[in-house]
C-alpha cells in the first residue's frame, strides 16, 4: 500500500466549478509538497508546507496542511482548463534520524476540466 | 539558469543492452535524486546524493548505479536494460536544508521515457 494515499484518483469537472485534492499519511508529514505535472513533462513546484495549520495560496490554488501534520489538500477555486494535469503531492515521511531530503510521492490526481 | 537538464529525452532498448542517463543542474545545489515514474505508482526514488561524493540507495535501486560526477552531474546507468525497467526517469536537485521538515524545494527536470523491448 502507499504511505502517501492522494483521493480522487482521477476528477473531471467542468470549467468554473471547484475541487479538493487529498494527500493522506499515516505518518507525520515533515515537510510537504505540491506538484503539477502535464502530460509528458516535467513536475512544476507548486506549494511547499512545513507547519501544521499551514495554509498558502497562489492565483487560485490554495493547500493547506493539518494541524497533525498527516494530511495536506489542494483546493482550486473556479477551475480552468489550464489546471488540467497530474497533481503530485509529496512528502518527507521517512521516520528517525535525518531524511537528506527525500521524498515519498503519492500515487497523483489526474485533472480534466472541460470548458 | 536551465535548472535541470535531463538527455536523452526519448531512448528504446533492446533487453540486456547498457545505456547511461544523463542529470545535470545549475542551482548550485548540493542534493540531487533520480526517480521512476510509472503509472498507478506516482514517483519512487531510486537513488539519491546528498552531497558531492556520496550516493545512497532509495526504494527501488535494484538494476541501476549512480555516480556523482561533481556537483553538477549526477548520472544513472542501466547494466543491463530489462522490460521491468520501461519508465520516466526524471532526476530531481535541491538545496541543503535546515534539518526535518525544512527541506530545500526539489526541482525536477523534463524526464527521460525509456521503453526496453
Known amino acids: 500500500s502507499q504511505e502517501l494515499e492522494q483521493s480522487p484518483q482521477s476528477l473531471i469537472v467542468q470549467e468554473g466549478k471547484n475541487l479538493t485534492i487529498n494527500c493522506t499519511s499515516s505518518?507525520?508529514?515533515?515537510?510537504l509538497y505540491w506538484y503539477k505535472q502535464k502530460y509528458g513533462e516535467g513536475l512544476i513546484f507548486l506549494m511547499m508546507?512545513?507547519?501544521?495549520?499551514e495554509e498558502k495560496s497562489h492565483e487560485k490554488i490554495t493547500a493547506k496542511l493539518d494541524e497533525k501534520k498527516q494530511q495536506s489538500s489542494l483546493h482550486i477555486t473556479a477551475s480552468q482548463p489550464s489546471h488540467a494535469g497530474i497533481y503530485l503531492c509529496?512528502?518527507?515521511?521517512?521516520?528517525?534520524?535525518?531524511?537528506?531530503?527525500?521524498?515519498?510521492f503519492g500515487q497523483g490526481t489526474i485533472l480534466t476540466v472541460h470548458p | 539558469n536551465a535548472g535541470v537538464t535531463q538527455t536523452p529525452k526519448f531512448q528504446v532498448l533492446k533487453t540486456g543492452q547498457s545505456m547511461t542517463l544523463q542529470c545535470a543542474q545549475d542551482?548550485?545545489?548540493?542534493?540531487m535524486y533520480w526517480y521512476r515514474q510509472d503509472p498507478g505508482m506516482g514517483l519512487r526514488l531510486i537513488y539519491y546524493?546528498?552531497?558531492?561524493?556520496?550516493?545512497d540507495k532509495g526504494e527501488v535501486p535494484n538494476g541501476y548505479n549512480v555516480s556523482r560526477l561533481n556537483k553538477r552531474e549526477f548520472s544513472l546507468r542501466l547494466e543491463s536494460a530489462a522490460p521491468s525497467q520501461t519508465s520516466v526517469y526524471f532526476c530531481?536537485?535541491?538545496?541543503?536544508?535546515?534539518?526535518?521538515?525544512?527541506?530545500?524545494?526539489?526541482?525536477f527536470g523534463p524526464g527521460t521515457r525509456l521503453l526496453v523491448l
Open positions: 530531481a536537485s535541491s538545496g541543503l536544508g535546515q534539518g526535518r521538515g525544512y527541506q530545500e524545494t526539489q526541482y
Open positions: 505518518k507525520t508529514l515533515y515537510g
Open positions: 508546507l512545513q507547519k501544521g495549520g
Open positions: 509529496g512528502a518527507d515521511i521517512i521516520a528517525g534520524g535525518t531524511s537528506y531530503g527525500k521524498l515519498t
Open positions: 542551482m548550485n545545489h548540493n542534493s
Open positions: 546524493s546528498a552531497s558531492e561524493g556520496t550516493t
